[in-house]
């Protein structure tokens, strides 16, 4: 079964708005990680929030995480074109067992 | 910088035919992942191995098997292949998690299979 469920599928945005990325997990988790993945390619480690962090920063990312609702967000500021890609949550499990959720497919728009 | 490098990019074989997909990583990750990846499905994990000769089933192993002879390889197999495992195929390692320190997974490019 997923650990995660993202939301939205898809989201459309003009470049310079924010994107905000919702996930839900099922399970206890370790931690909570976001990854990018461009068309076709591996995905890309974004962040990393553990599960006794409420919030992350890094750049232009903020990630939240509350345990008590088993959910996540992530949220892209001042998005670029260049940030179109799909983005998806794994929670870690014991064992360093990684599950994925489905994705959101975000496209910025020029 | 850590490399997860898959044997092929894209894979055409038959039904029936035994495949294997190779996996190879060169920093000494002791946990090594494959997930299938299909459209609206997102990853699903199949097998997961945390050190070598040892491994545990995903959420979807039927009609996989995995063999880790050596730290640093991770293969699957599919021991009949069937049109239904056509679909792009992704490996990852990571560290062991230390404490409440979680690791970062890495991917590699992926494969594509398409089984006909």
């Known amino acids: 079964s997923q650990q995660g469920e993202e939301d939205p599928q898809a989201l459309s945005i003009q470049e310079g708005e924010n994107a905000t990325m919702n996930c839900s997990y099922k399970?206890?988790?370790?931690?909570l990680q976001w990854y990018r993945q461009n068309s076709g390619r591996g995905l890309v480690h974004l962040i990393l929030?553990?599960?006794?962090?409420r919030e992350k920063h890094s750049g232009r990312l903020r990630v939240t995480l509350d345990t008590s609702k088993k959910s996540s967000s992530l949220l892209i500021t001042a998005s670029r074109a260049a940030d179109t890609a799909s983005y998806f949550c794994a929670g870690e499990t014991s064992g360093s067992r990684l599950t994925f959720g489905e994705g959101t497919q975000l496209t910025v728009n020029p | 910088d850590v490399k997860v490098t898959q044997s092929s990019r894209y894979l055409v074989k038959r039904t029936g035919e035994k495949v294997f997909l190779e996996c190879v990583q060169d920093?000494?990750?002791?946990?090594m992942f494959w997930y299938r990846q299909d459209p609206g499905l997102g990853l699903r994990l199949i097998y997961f191995s945390y050190d070598v000769k040892m491994k545990e089933k995903g959420d979807i192993p039927e009609g996989y098997s995995v063999s880790r002879e050596k730290k640093e390889r991770f293969s699957l197999i599919l021991e009949s292949a069937s049109t239904n495992q056509t679909s792009m195929y992704l490996c990852?390692?990571?560290?062991?998690?230390?404490?409440?320190?979680?690791?970062?997974?890495?991917f590699g490019q992926g494969t594509r299979l398409t089984v006909v």
């Open positions: 929030i553990r599960s006794n962090e």
């Open positions: 920093m000494d990750h002791e946990n």
């Open positions: 990852a390692s990571s560290l062991v998690r230390q404490g409440e320190y979680g690791t970062e997974a890495f």
């Open positions: 399970t206890s988790i370790n931690n």
